[in-house]
């Protein structure tokens, strides 16, 4: 065991992360950041405007291009929708169509089998501390400055 305890939580980290890219996707699935949008456009009512491109991008954190790239790409696989933004002509907004609600629906229930499955292996107790854990580290990350970018 490292002697240093932010040494052992680096070394814990990055094994995580390690492990973490190892898990293989079957070509229909998504990214994450493809999976991201899905999400947060699930959430966004009938009769709501839908969202801006760079609404998403603000909300995950990366660039309007990246976020262009990634909605193009759902859109053509039709789970986007774009529709004319009713107080900005030049802006659009998006909506999931009938296809992405499912997709996103379908990514929520087997993230939460993964849960069910990581609960099961850690125990009802470690996974509680776990999940404390990992709230009050985003809490953190929250906090830290934002590194601007070039």
Known sequence: MPEDTADFLTQALFEFRKQGGRRH?????????????????????DEDPG????DLARELEVTASTLTQTTTSLFKLGYLERQPDPLDRRAIRLHL??????????????????????????????????????????????????????
Not at 25 to 45: C, N
Not at 108 to 118: A, L, P, Q, S, T
């Open 25 to 45: 996707h079957s070509p229909d699935e998504l990214g994450r950041v493809e999976s991201s949008v899905l999400l947060l456009l699930s959430d966004v009512g």
């Open 97 to 150: 169509t009938e296809a992405g609600k499912q997709k996103a629906l379908a990514f929520r229930e087997e993230f939460r089998n993964y849960c069910r499955r990581i609960v099961a292996y850690l125990g009802e107790e470690d996974t509680r501390t776990l999940a404390f854990l990992l709230n009050k580290m985003s809490g953190f990350l929250e906090a830290e400055p934002k590194p601007a970018r070039d």
């Open 51 to 54: 969202l801006r491109i760079v």
